[in-house]
């Protein structure tokens, strides 16, 4: 496996590919986990390369957020990433010239949820896959159902620009508890992360609820609310699953979304509404 840890080193290994290989792309911010571990294997099977990159993205960072604390672990990571069978690994200590002056920005989809409390968090993320899918030249990436906006975001906005790139996106992995993985589940304490499997339990009663025929989204709002357990509720929303927009009732595919705070750690979660309360 090849650590490339510039921009100049991604170039060269991509030019060194053979002619017409299929290049399978992972982005991450590091910490990698299990959910990173299944995109990775997503994709591995159906690539001839596949690249992982490890890039802290300042521009998907607000002011008061955890850009200077955000976990890191490069050996961890190479493991990782060794064990799934991945080629190489892009890892810059830095990505934007100084004169870098472009903002990819997909409007509409990142009004709510997410986009509502972090207002130029989508714009950095669009910015910087914008940039590794050029740098990547990838056919084909893949995408966490966790951040299921994101998601939506990036499928828009692959779509508007006419990137070549397939988007693939993966189911979201949990803990033996149901705590969504994420890197940002290092910050809890024992405690907090046994509250926060609360925002799981949470999105299931909403589905079981759904499941005993409950259609009136403030209803089935109100039945997960009662099961937070949470320093504070950032969003709890139930909308359309290709829109991103607020229901009322549910009445065709919709995702139910949460974010909320353990001290000044930001968690989220969703599931598929109609999926069933006892899918996995
Ligand atoms: P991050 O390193 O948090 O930026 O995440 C990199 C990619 O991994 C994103 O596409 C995430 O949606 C995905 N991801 C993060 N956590 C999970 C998870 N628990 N299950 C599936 N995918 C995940």
Redesign the pocket.
């Known amino acids: 496996m090849e650590w490339l840890g510039d921009t100049p080193a991604l170039r060269a290994w991509r030019a060194g590919l053979p002619a017409g290989a299929r290049v399978g792309f992972?982005?991450?911010?590091?910490?990698?986990?299990?959910?990173?571990a299944?995109?990775m294997a997503l994709l591995r099977p159906r690539v001839d390369a596949l690249l992982v990159s490890i890039y802290v993205n300042p521009l998907q960072f607000g002011p008061s957020e955890d850009l200077d604390r955000y976990p890191r672990d490069a050996e961890g990571d190479a493991a990782l990433c060794r064990a799934e069978g991945v080629d190489a690994v892009f890892a810059p200590a830095s990505l934007y010239a100084p004169d870098f002056s472009t903002v990819v920005r997909v409007d509409g989809l990142t009004d709510g949820l997410c986009g509502a409390s972090r207002p130029t968090h989508f714009q950095g993320v669009t910015t910087v896959v914008a940039r590794l899918f050029g740098l990547t030249g990838a056919h084909v990436a893949?995408?966490?159902?966790?951040?299921y906006q994101?998601?939506a975001v990036i499928r828009r906005m692959v779509a508007d620009l006419a990137i070549p790139v397939e988007i693939v996106g993966?189911?979201?992995?949990?803990d033996e508890g149901g705590l969504?993985?994420?890197?940002r589940n290092a910050y809890l304490s024992e405690p907090d992360r046994r509250r926060a499997r609360t925002l799981r339990a949470a999105l299931r009663a909403l589905q079981a609820a759904y499941d005993a025929g409950e259609r009136d989204v403030d209803a089935l709002r109100a039945v997960a609310r009662a099961c937070v357990d949470a320093d504070r509720l950032d969003y709890l929303e139930v909308v359309d699953a290709a829109s991103l927009r607020a229901l009322h009732r549910v009445e065709g595919p919709a995702r139910a979304l949460i974010a909320a705070y353990y001290g000044a750690t930001r968690l989220i979660d969703n599931v598929d509404v109609a999926a069933g309360a006892g899918a996995p």
Not at 142 to 147: I, L, R
Not at 170 to 174: F, H, T
Not at 180 to 183: H, I
């Open positions: 992972v982005p991450t911010m590091g910490f990698l986990h299990a959910g990173h299944s995109l893949a995408f966490g159902e966790k951040d994101q998601l993966g189911p979201i992995v949990r969504a993985l994420s890197s």
